[in-house]
């Protein structure tokens, strides 16, 4: 089974998947190290568990412990939450979700920023997207 990344996820299962993209195979230590206000180890690894059963972690035996790392690759993962964001948040628009980057209080984009992101439009122009 192979879930859509991060789309109907309690937010300590976002916290523990985010873990995982962040660090690679993990153990049931790890995430608990590495997750704010962390609940038991027992509970991490209960919820582990879950997640592998919803498709999105897999696990291999190493040594006495597991090791989770994810189904689905990163870049898969944020691009179908990028366009999950877009159909809930911006009607589908990628022109209101980067208006609504830019408003941002604390979005300050230096100059080198803004000239990468006017070249990425560009392309994306040229190629007809």
Same mark, same amino acid.
């Given at each position: 089974?192979? @879930?859509?990344?991060?789309?109907?996820?309690?937010?300590?299962? +976002? =916290?523990?998947?985010? /873990?995982? $993209?962040?660090?690679? !195979?993990?153990?049931?230590?790890?995430? /608990?190290?590495?997750?704010?206000?962390? !609940?038991? $180890?027992? @509970? /991490? #690894? @209960?919820?582990?568990?879950?997640?592998?059963?919803?498709?999105?972690?897999?696990?291999? =035996?190493?040594? !006495?412990?597991?090791? $989770?790392?994810?189904?689905?690759? #990163?870049?898969?993962? +944020? &691009?179908?939450?990028?366009? =999950?964001?877009? #159909?809930?948040?911006?009607?589908?628009?990628?022109? *209101?979700? /980067?208006?609504?980057?830019?408003?941002? *209080?604390?979005? &300050?984009?230096?100059? &080198?920023?803004?000239?990468?992101? @006017?070249?990425?439009?560009?392309?994306? +122009?040229?190629?007809? #997207?």
């Amino acid at each position: 089974m192979r @879930a859509s990344p991060h789309i109907h996820l309690s937010r300590r299962e +976002r =916290q523990i998947m985010d /873990v995982v $993209y962040a660090h690679g !195979p993990v153990t049931v230590r790890e995430v /608990v190290d590495q997750i704010p206000d962390p !609940p038991s $180890y027992s @509970a /991490v #690894r @209960a919820m582990l568990r879950i997640l592998e059963e919803k498709g999105h972690l897999k696990h291999e =035996q190493d040594g !006495p412990r597991y090791t $989770y790392s994810p189904v689905v690759p #990163r870049e898969e993962a +944020r &691009d179908s939450a990028m366009k =999950q964001m877009l #159909r809930t948040f911006f009607d589908g628009s990628a022109e *209101r979700a /980067v208006a609504a980057l830019l408003d941002m *209080r604390g979005a &300050d984009l230096s100059d &080198d920023e803004l000239k990468r992101l @006017a070249k990425m439009i560009e392309q994306a +122009r040229k190629e007809g #997207r």
